[in-house]
Nanobody
Framework: QVQLVESGGGLVQAGGSLRLSCAAS????????LGWFRQAPGKEREFVAA????????FYADSVKGRFTISRDNAKNTVYLEMNSLKLEDTAVYFC????????????????WGQGTQVTVSS
């Protein structure tokens, strides 16, 4: 079994920054592709960003391109989401997810999910 624990959420003013972390345990971290998703009240969960096991491939939703950066530290079993220029519409619960893969790629078929961390952007 794999456990994913997110942290770093909180309240921030529009235009500000936050860095989310997701620590993984239970399986070799480098065998995962990792992703971040978010769910705002009353809305469906949506994809935010993903990263391959080496970090050489990254994917972003159009709504966050140029503002958010996903990265990972395989030595620390942690994936990060650096969020800059935050907007009111970025308010959501943010989830990290792990996908077991056999190559350095992201298939976007996630096997494990964290419990989420709240991000609230205020005006």
């Amino acid at each position: 079994q794999v456990q994913l624990v997110e942290s770093g959420g909180g309240l921030v003013q529009a235009g500000g920054s936050l860095r989310l972390s997701c620590a993984a345990s239970g399986r070799t971290f480098s065998s995962f592709a990792l992703g971040w998703f978010r769910q705002a009240p009353g809305k469906e969960r949506e994809f935010v960003a993903a990263i391959s096991w080496s970090g050489s491939l990254t994917f972003y939703a159009d709504s966050v391109k140029g503002r958010f950066t996903i990265s990972r530290d395989n030595a620390k079993n942690t994936v990060y989401l650096e969020m800059n220029s935050l907007k009111l519409e970025d308010t959501a619960v943010y989830f990290c997810a792990a996908e077991v893969v056999n190559r350095d790629y992201v298939y976007h078929e996630y096997d494990y999910w964290g419990q989420g961390t709240q991000v609230t952007v205020s005006s």
